[in-house]
């Protein structure tokens, strides 16, 4: 599990900071994660292939989190995708891209599709046998989603040595990565856990931007191996997080040390901190595993 | 007269080319002529002050001329911006900005107006004392203008030792600029030539892009000192340039040789060209005083 961070800062473009975008790799899936303007640029920085991104999660319609969506949905068209894209974001994000796709006469040639969000619930919004996608409902000025995504549990790994010994047919293989027992000719039953090994662990990863600090999101992003919390602000701004409903570095700490979050990264920083360590220092008073989104950087998990 | 290339690429923006998007500075105007994705991070790298812009010209609503729009709206309100400002563009260009506000729910708190354009004769669409601009319809595969902007010839400047060999009273110096003769006391009439300069000469500009080869253009920018024209590509892909609605650099040269124009800026290069300089050899068969536009240059008129 890759994440490319490709813009993380709120608010407006800058020349050397990027309104909040970013890239996930899961199994073989590229998702991107809101498309604030520029992204575009940013992907081609970062060399990242276009053409494997096939679905875009959008978290709110705040121009940072989305104004970049249909210059790169333009930019598909030009480079003659024919894959299918699909959208998943605010009730609304259809009609804004495809009006002006009509009156740029520009209408793609690939499938679009859109998924509207408008549940207040955290719902399934993407499966597949590998990958499952929920929104956390997060608080907000406006309607907003964040996204849990969640790698399944593989099939379990065989045990060679211990299936040859016991001179299991081949055929059988595929019930012992399913889980299931097997009984010999002479009857005997050997039980799964002695032939086959416990699959690679499942990871997850939840992106919650933007939100006041809300503890409901905590049942469901439990355990979650990596949460991505916004942190426009520092504790000393607090009034200012709760008015704008954004959180601080602290109230960010706070939730993955509740959700018993295994890694705690933070990002969406305000512009007026010249310094952003400041983010990393005062989260890392409540939570231990703290790291800092930057734009251009790649985390490995 | 001073104009910034802010992005002067076709199609889409990459990591070293914008798209289309130039800033004119006309008699204490900051004219922004057109705004592709990424404009507002070129005003910063161009240390342009923003806050100055009060007038913004687009050209048609393909993205690479219009898709930073929303943004740049979005920006100035959230510097709070207080001053009017003026949109002009093909009609649909305020529905496109204003669901975007809406559904973002972040309405501007400045006065934001909208002249939309349909006419397909050139129409006066901005006037004051000392600029006047007008449209210049374009042949595109979507409703297109291009745009003329005209100093006003200023008033005739007093020759100061003249006028006081003669002893005329301070009160009958406008009547001088404006081009009066004076009678003095003894019934003399003294003709204004003899006792004012004539003004600075009025500069023009006009922007091109995107067209075909349309000759029909040519009364309108007659005699401009400055033309910007699209070459999208060269002489050798004319067929493409016809197909796509663009002009190739020949065909720019040939636009301003017939208008009589003192000097011709080229951009909009397809980024298949690695080498823009090829735009200028081409032009500069036909025309003696090409220039090559560039992202980041400014040319002083």
Chains 1, 2 share one sequence.
Not at 84 to 96: F, S
Not at 137 to 151: D, I, S
């Amino acid at each position: 599990m890759n994440l490319t961070i490709l813009g993380c800062y709120a608010a407006t473009p800058r020349t050397f900071t990027n309104p909040t975008s970013q890239l996930l790799e899961i199994k073989n899936h590229l998702f991107l994660i809101d498309c604030g303007e520029g992204t575009q640029v940013q992907l081609r920085k970062n060399k990242i292939k276009f053409s494997k991104i096939n679905h875009i999660f959008i978290s709110h319609l705040h121009g940072d989190h989305f104004f970049g969506l249909v210059g790169l949905i333009s930019t598909f068209a030009l480079l003659n995708r024919t894959t299918d894209l699909h959208v998943y974001g605010p009730k609304g994000i259809k009609e804004i891209i495809t009006i002006q796709l009509r009156l740029s006469n520009s209408w793609t040639h690939y499938g679009l599709f859109f998924h509207e969000l408008e549940s207040k619930e955290s719902e399934i919004i993407f499966e597949d046998s590998k990958v499952v996608v929920r929104t956390i409902p997060l608080k907000h000025r406006v309607y907003t989603n964040g996204f849990l995504f969640q790698e399944k549990k593989g099939a379990r790994k065989l045990n060679l040595q211990a299936v040859q010994n016991y001179k299991i047919d081949t055929c059988y293989y595929q019930k012992i990565k399913n889980g299931g027992d097997i009984t010999l000719e002479d009857g005997t039953v050997i039980i799964n856990e002695k032939i086959s090994f416990d699959p690679e662990p499942a990871k997850s990863y939840a992106f919650c931007s933007d939100t006041v600090y809300n503890e409901g999101i905590v049942p469901i992003i439990a355990n979650v191996d990596v949460l991505y919390h916004e942190a426009t602000f520092l504790q000393s701004e607090a009034a200012l997080a709760q008015k704008t409903m954004h959180s601080t570095a602290q109230e960010a700490a706070l939730i993955a040390l509740k959700a018993n979050a295994k890694t705690l990264i933070l990002g969406h920083y305000s512009t007026r901190y010249e310094n952003i360590s400041l983010f990393e220092a005062e989260a890392s008073l409540l939570f231990s595993n703290v790291l800092l989104a930057d734009d251009g950087k790649l985390f490995e998990f």
